[in-house]
């Protein structure tokens, strides 16, 4: 089975420019949740979705990110402006809710690099 | 809300050698409880979960872990590492229904020398 996807893996850009990242949770799972991991603070949550409605967004940092869920299978997170200190590494992660203890399952990240 | 504390930052071990890692959290309700791996260059994987029942929980590659309530922690153990153990370790929380975000720790960079 496909696990969680993320794109792109890498993306390097410029201060001031749009960024987007992309997650598209494994198949059937009702949650997802965007992480942020840097060497400062470490993994942080961003925000997540139950069942494509954002629960929380306490962990969003500025009004410069924001995300989406249109639907169960895609979600997005933009950047922007973007600032050389939005540079981490972009996780995201599905689970289903019933689950016991709703184990979430990462994807391999995006490594996002601003200059 | 939850806070996660991990003791170590760095742990350098030598082949064969018992490992312990120390994690414990802040919360005063419910809480189910993760050890994730992260290999260099890999995505994080889970080791194993507490969520309820035996405290005394065993994951994958020989990990166990040991739920203590009334220390609220939840360490991590092997008997033996292996050189295929060196990795980032993270512990991490999240209230007892289950549905919420995990609170991190900042992890443990664990190397095992040859």
């Known amino acids: 089975d496909a696990g969680v996807i993320q794109s792109p893996r890498h993306e390097v850009t410029e201060m001031g420019q749009e960024v987007t990242l992309r997650c598209k949770p494994i198949?059937?799972?009702?949650?997802l949740f965007w992480y942020r991991q840097t060497m400062m603070r470490g993994l942080e949550l961003l925000i997540y979705?139950?069942?494509?409605?954002?629960?929380?967004d306490s962990g969003m940092p500025e009004d410069r990110f924001s995300a989406k869920m249109p639907n169960a299978s895609f979600s997005t997170l933009k950047i922007q402006p973007s600032e050389p200190r939005d540079s981490a590494v972009y996780f995201c992660?599905?689970?289903?809710?019933?689950?016991?203890?709703?184990?979430?399952?990462f994807g391999p990240g995006t490594r996002l690099l601003v200059l | 809300a939850q806070s996660v504390s991990q003791h170590n930052h760095h742990v350098i071990l030598s082949e064969a050698a018992s490992l312990e890692l120390g994690c414990n959290y802040s919360?005063?309700?419910?809480?189910?409880l993760f050890w994730y791996v992260q290999y260099p260059g890999q995505h994080l994987q889970l080791l194993l979960k507490?969520?309820?029942?035996?405290?005394l929980v065993k994951g994958i590659k020989g990990f166990e872990a040991e739920f203590i309530k009334s220390k609220f922690s939840f360490n991590l153990r092997k008997p033996s590492v292996q050189w295929s153990d060196t990795a980032e370790y993270f512990c991490?929380?999240?209230?007892?229904?289950?549905?919420?975000?995990?609170?991190f720790g900042k992890g443990t960079h664990l190397i095992i020398q040859p």
């Open positions: 992660a599905s689970s289903l809710e019933r689950s016991p203890a709703g184990t979430q399952y």
């Open positions: 198949s059937g799972h009702n949650s």
């Open positions: 979705f139950n069942n494509n409605v954002p629960i929380d």
């Open positions: 919360y005063g309700g419910t809480v189910n």
């Open positions: 507490y969520f309820s029942g035996d405290p």
């Open positions: 991490a929380v999240n209230a007892g229904g289950g549905a919420d975000g995990l609170t």
